[in-house]
C-alpha cells in the first residue's frame, strides 16, 4: 500500500514558498529544454527494449529521487509527499487517430519496469476509450509523446489545476544535428511544489541517464 507523508511545515524551508505559490499566486510554470539521446538512441538499437519506456523509466527513476516531484495535497490542503509515484502515460491508436491514457507501476529495477509497461502498451493499443484501465491510482504522474514532431516550446493550458502538483513530462521528436541526435522534453511545474532550482536538477540529473544507459545492459 501506497502511503503519503505530511510535510512539518515548521521546519520546511521552502513552507513561505509554497504557501505563496499555492494561496496567494497560484502559478505553474512550463520549461522545454532539448536533451541529447545520442548514447541512449545507440543503445537501443542493440538491445530489445522499447524507446518510450526506457524514456519513462528514465523519468520516473529522476522523479522518484526527489520529494518535490512526489508532491501531493492532504485534505486540509496541506502539502505531503508520496512514497512512490508512478508513470501515466499515453498509447495512440492509429486507426482511430485517438490516445489512451494508461499507468504501469514503477520498479526502481529497469527490466521489470519495461516487462510490465510492454503489456500495458500491447494490451490497450488498441484501445477505443481514453481511460480503459479500471484500477489507476491516485499517486501518479502524466508523460504524453507527440513522436510526429519537434518542438522548442510546449505549454499546457490547465484551467483550475491549481491542485496539482505533480509533474507532467511531453516527448517531442527526434532532431539530428551534427552527428548528435536530440529529443525535446517539456516540464509543467507546480511553483508551489518545486523552483527552477529544483527543475534544473531534474533536467540533469535526467541528462546524465540519458548519455550514461548502463542501465540497460545490467
Not at 67 to 74: A, I, N, P, S
Not at 169 to 188: C, H
Not at 191 to 204: W, Y
Amino acid at each position: 500500500m501506497t502511503h503519503t507523508r505530511a510535510i512539518d511545515m515548521h521546519n520546511w524551508p521552502r513552507r513561505e514558498h509554497f504557501e505563496h505559490y499555492l494561496t496567494r499566486v497560484e502559478c505553474t510554470y512550463a520549461i522545454t529544454v532539448e536533451l541529447d539521446v545520442t548514447e541512449l538512441v545507440a543503445a537501443l538499437r542493440v538491445r530489445p527494449w522499447k524507446s518510450y519506456i526506457a524514456q519513462m523509466w528514465a523519468i520516473a527513476s529522476v522523479v522518484n529521487s526527489h520529494v518535490e516531484f512526489r508532491m501531493t495535497l492532504t485534505e486540509g490542503n496541506g502539502p505531503a509527499t508520496w512514497d512512490i509515484v508512478h508513470p501515466a502515460f499515453t498509447v495512440f491508436n492509429p486507426e482511430r487517430e485517438t490516445f489512451s491514457n494508461v499507468w504501469s507501476p514503477f520498479h526502481a529495477d529497469f527490466f521489470t519496469f519495461h516487462e510490465h509497461a510492454a503489456d500495458v502498451l500491447a494490451r490497450y493499443r488498441t484501445s477505443t476509450s481514453f481511460q480503459p484501465q479500471p484500477d489507476m491510482p491516485a499517486n501518479v504522474f502524466d508523460i504524453s509523446s507527440v513522436p510526429w514532431t519537434s518542438f522548442t516550446g510546449f505549454s499546457l493550458q490547465i484551467r483550475d489545476g491549481w491542485k496539482h502538483l505533480l509533474p507532467i513530462f511531453t516527448l517531442g521528436r527526434y532532431r539530428e544535428s551534427g552527428g548528435r541526435t536530440t529529443m525535446p522534453v517539456a516540464i509543467q511545474v507546480h511553483h508551489a511544489a518545486a523552483d527552477g532550482f529544483h527543475t534544473a536538477r531534474l533536467v540533469q540529473e535526467l541528462q546524465e541517464l540519458f548519455s550514461d544507459p548502463s542501465w540497460l545492459a545490467t
